[in-house]
C-alpha cells in the first residue's frame, strides 16, 4: 500500500512541477526534413545533420515545486558542431502547436546565421544569444514577424 501512494504521489507531484503543454508538443522528426531545407537556405552548412540533443545538466535555481518532484534539473540546449545541428527531440513550450513549429524555425535561424567578430561563442551565453538574435533579424528581415509571434506568446 506505501509502494501505491508513493507512485501516486509522485505521478501527482512530478505533473503538478511541469510546465509545458503536452497536447501542443511538436517532434522533431516531423519537421526535420522541411527544417533542413530551411537551414541551408538561410546559408546554414550543408554538411550538418539535424538530430535531437541530449538534455544537459544546469545549475540555474529550481522552484521549491520542482525540487519537490525532483524535475527540472536538465534542459535540451540547441547547439552545432562541425557534423550536426542539435535541436530538442521535442518542443512544448506555447499552447499552440504553430508556436511550437516555429520555435524549431527560429532555433535552425539563430544557427544558421553566420557569426561576426561580435559574438563571441561561450563567453557569455546570454549574450551570445542576444546578439545573435539581433544579428539574425537584420540579416533575415522576413524573420520578424516569426520572431514577434514567439515573444508575444
Not at 105 to 119: D, H
Request: aromatic letters at 12%; one cysteine or more; glycine letters at 6%.
Amino acid at each position: 500500500m506505501e509502494e501505491r501512494v508513493g507512485q501516486a504521489w509522485d505521478r501527482f507531484i512530478t505533473k503538478l512541477a511541469y510546465q509545458g503543454f503536452p497536447e501542443a508538443a511538436v517532434n522533431l522528426n516531423d519537421v526535420k526534413a522541411p527544417l533542413g531545407v530551411f537551414y541551408r537556405a538561410l546559408g546554414g552548412d550543408s554538411a550538418l545533420r539535424i538530430t535531437a540533443t541530449t538534455p544537459t545538466q544546469h545549475s540555474a535555481r529550481r522552484s521549491w515545486l520542482h525540487r519537490v518532484a525532483g524535475t527540472g534539473s536538465k534542459v535540451e540546449l540547441a547547439w552545432y558542431d562541425e557534423t550536426c545541428l542539435y535541436l530538442p527531440q521535442k518542443l512544448d513550450v506555447y499552447p499552440e502547436q504553430a508556436l511550437n513549429r516555429e520555435l524549431y524555425y527560429w532555433l535552425a535561424a539563430l544557427a544558421g546565421t553566420p557569426a561576426t567578430a561580435q559574438v563571441h561563442r561561450g563567453k557569455n551565453w546570454l549574450c551570445d544569444n542576444q546578439q545573435r538574435s539581433l544579428q539574425t533579424l537584420h540579416q533575415f528581415r522576413g524573420l520578424r514577424q516569426r520572431y514577434q509571434r514567439l515573444v508575444a506568446a
